[in-house]
């Protein structure tokens, strides 16, 4: 969906947040760094759609 950021010192990744759905489940949001073919990934956290809401609610009462 959308690349939040590049990294400086590795810039062949970059983390990305997507909207991914595994075996016809519902859909979820995963962030996590991709390599730039994609064939690679870091550690990342999935999240479903009441989470992320609940997340971007959070950020905005933290936002300065």
Do not use: C, F
């Not at 996590?32 to 959070?58: A, F, P, Q």
């Amino acid at each position: 969906i959308y690349t939040l950021s590049l990294h400086d010192a590795l810039p062949i990744w970059s983390a990305e947040i997507n909207l991914v759905s595994w075996n016809d489940a519902a859909p979820k949001y995963d962030i996590r760094d991709w390599d730039s073919n994609h064939e690679h990934m870091s550690r990342g956290i999935t999240l479903h759609v009441d989470e992320i809401k609940k997340l971007s609610e959070l950020i905005q009462d933290l936002a300065v």
